[in-house]
Nanobody, 118 residues
Framework: QVQLVESGGGLVQAGGSLRLSCAAS????????MSWYRQAPGKQRELVAT???????NYADSVKGRFTISRDNAKNTVYLQMNSLKTEDTAVYYC????????????WGQGTQVTVSS
């Protein structure tokens, strides 16, 4: 059974930093794209950042220049370094990955809360 487990959320003041981690476990042949999404109260879930298997990255305009996505393929882990945090970054952050076992399949993590105070 494949699982994605996030960690690293918490409470931080505006201007501060947090680093989220998401580790995939279980029977894994390979991992294709890995992404971070977020969902604020009363809003739809939105894509924050994506990293391909080859390391190419893409970011939402709202986080460009402040957030950095990276991955450690040996550890089946994706990271999100969040700097210069703003109150509007407050949300539950979810990890998402396309994991190949026998066939490719999409998986979601359980989410981790990030709260940025003013």
């Amino acid at each position: 059974q494949v699982q994605l487990v996030e960690s690293g959320g918490g409470l931080v003041q505006a201007g501060g930093s947090l680093r989220l981690s998401c580790a995939a476990s279980g029977t894994i042949f390979s991992i294709n794209g890995m992404s971070w999404y977020r969902q604020a109260p009363g809003k739809q879930r939105e894509l924050v950042a994506t990293i391909t298997g080859g390391g190419s990255t893409n970011y939402a305009d709202s986080v460009k220049g402040r957030f950095t996505i990276s991955r450690d393929n040996a550890k089946n882990t994706v990271y999100l370094q969040m700097n210069s945090l703003k109150t509007e970054d407050t949300a539950v952050y979810y990890c998402y990955a396309i994991i190949v076992n026998l066939v490719p399949r999409a998986y979601w993590g359980q989410g981790t809360q990030v709260t940025v105070s003013s």
